[in-house]
């Protein structure tokens, strides 16, 4: 809010200082020379406005690290989440999912905004369900950084190495959005259509087994020889992975 306010004091004394030399050349120069010099100042004036907000709202809002979860439901029905914070933000927005499965779209509501790092989420119900607890920056009213994430320590290790993976680039940059399987459900052929060349595709078993593995002809899978169930697909994209989940009829 302060940096808020800083920015908001600058552009209004800028406005008085324009307003100011404004009346200087109207009492002092000629009817022409007034008229352009306001046009040069208001010009100016525009663009100082529009570069201070502007740099203000695409400024970079770096994502938490070292997310760690203590689960405490057993104990007393809580769960600590702490995190290291990259850059100067003072609040966080905290987002819990229970039963999470991966591939499962992070929902652009319910999370709570905290200003303590750690935050204690309280009233969760002691189960072996797997709790995803998800936390990012507020740097500003409109400017949050990316998700990171982590697992309890019920979630399966798939789940862990999904979360984990996610959270070390994006999950603006890393959601299913930018990859497509179908048909899905299907029981032969699953198509795969992305933004980007596909380089390999690997197909995991909820167990974390490796089932397929394939380096060519990545856009079409030959999945009728699996069994029926649902299977975890990894697919890599130069330096991007992609998760996502199909099953197989």
């Known amino acids: 809010m302060f940096y808020l306010l800083q920015r908001y004091h600058f552009v209004s004394n800028v406005k ?18 007034e008229n352009q010099f306001i046009y040069s100042m208001r ?14 709202a695409s400024a970079h809002c770096p994502a938490p690290t ?12 809580s ?11 003072s609040a966080w927005q905290v987002l819990i999912l229970p039963n999470f499965n991966v591939g499962t779209q992070i929902p652009s509501f ?13 009233g969760v119900p002691p189960s072996t369900q797997c709790y995803a607890l998800f936390v990012r920056s507020a740097c500003s009213l409109s400017n949050v950084s990316p998700w990171s994430a982590v697992g309890t320590s ?14 070390n680039d994006s ?37 974390c087994k490796v ?3 394939q380096t060519q002809g990545t856009n079409e899978i030959n999945v009728e020889s699996l069994s029926k169930g649902i299977y975890i697909v990894e697919v890599i994209s130069g330096k991007d992975t992609f998760f996502s989940k199909f099953i197989k009829e």
């Not at 010009?43 to 740099?55: A, D, R």
């Not at 319910?110 to 309280?122: A, D, E, K, L, Q």
């Not at 290790?157 to 959270?167: E, G």
Request: charge should be neutral; glycine fraction near 2%; include cysteine.
């Open 43 to 56: 010009k100016i004036y525009f663009i100082l406005v529009v570069f201070c907000f502007g740099f203000m």
């Open 79 to 89: 769960i600590e989440l702490s995190w290291t914070e990259n850059g100067t933000a």
């Open 110 to 122: 319910g999370w709570v905004m905290t200003s303590t790092n750690p935050f204690t989420i309280v």
């Open 211 to 213: 089932i397929l593995v």
């Open 66 to 77: 070292n997310v760690i979860a203590v689960d405490n439901t057993l104990l007393n029905s």
């Open 154 to 167: 019920v979630c399966s290790l798939l789940t862990i190495n999904y979360l984990a993976t996610l959270s």
């Open 171 to 207: 999950f603006e940059n890393n959601d299913t959005n930018r990859l497509t399987l179908f048909p899905n459900p299907t029981n032969n052929i699953l198509k795969l259509n992305s933004n980007s060349p596909i380089d390999k595709v690997i197909i995991s078993d909820f167990l």
């Open 16 to 33: 008085l200082v324009f307003h100011k030399v404004c009346n200087f050349v109207h009492s002092n120069k000629s009817y022409i020379f």
